[in-house]
């Protein structure tokens, strides 16, 4: 079955890089895409940045300059990057795919990334 | 940017009463294909976005009848029928089919009355 699961660091001191891998299963990143969507604690969802199955990427234009996201087809890993964090990173970041059918149709359990000293 | 405008931000529902949610957007959602690429999710507390419905009124695999979503354009209803105790949460609409970025509403928090 499709799964997807995040992890990395829960704890990122500010000005620093964040690092998550979306580890995922039951499907081929190279016929579907990996969204990121954050969620701020007590708040909305906000997309971040997305990776096609071709191997492109697409990403939200207040993150750009400090975003990459990439994978590695051979272990079914999609991985974000963001430097320069600060306060307002501070997040539930979870992965999400895309398939030719539908949109954000199976998410990840998402992990919990707070910017602080 | 699409903007993806919600309301009501909060919803009080009685246990087998009926919900109604709208979800407009800032300009028409249909694509040059002649799809309408609006999507309705649900998060329970403490769990992730789960799929509802998925391009305007089609109920994702395992989504009970109760839930029915309607509209076209700028202008989009999520309807739930007979409310139990595991449809409260936060629902969100979301647009994709003018992306980048893909956009959600700001969310209705469905909760007892």
């Known amino acids: 079955q499709v799964q997807l699961k995040e992890s990395g660091p829960g704890l990122v001191q500010p000005s620093q890089t964040l690092s998550l891998t979306c580890t995922v299963s039951g499907f081929s990143l190279t016929s579907n895409s990996v969204h990121w969507v954050r969620q701020p604690p007590g708040k909305g969802l906000e997309w971040v940045g997305a990776?096609?199955?071709?191997?492109?990427?697409d990403y939200n234009s207040a993150l750009k300059s400090r975003l990459s996201i990439s994978r590695d087809t051979s272990k079914s890993q999609v991985f974000l990057k963001m430097n320069s964090l600060q306060t307002e990173d501070t997040a539930i970041y979870f992965c999400?795919?895309?398939?030719?059918?539908?949109?954000?149709?199976?998410w990840g359990q998402g992990v919990m990334v707070t910017v602080s000293s | 940017d699409v903007v993806m405008t919600q309301t009501p931000v909060s919803l009080p529902v009685s246990l087998g009463g009926q919900a109604s949610i709208s979800c407009r957007s800032s300009q028409s959602l249909v694509h040059s294909n002649g799809n309408t690429y609006l999507h309705w999710y649900l998060q329970k507390p403490g769990q992730s976005p789960q799929l509802l419905i998925y391009r305007v009124s089609n109920r994702f695999s395992g989504v009970p009848d109760r839930f029915s979503g309607s509209g076209s354009g700028t202008d989009f209803t999520l309807k739930i029928s007979r409310v139990e105790p595991e449809d409260l949460g936060d629902y969100y609409c979301?647009?994709?089919?003018?992306?980048?970025?893909?956009?959600f509403g700001g969310g209705t928090k469905l909760e007892l009355k």
């Open positions: 979301l647009q994709s089919t003018h992306f980048p970025p893909w956009t």
């Open positions: 999400t795919r895309s398939s030719w059918e539908l949109d954000f149709d199976y």
């Open positions: 990776i096609w199955s071709g191997g492109s990427t």
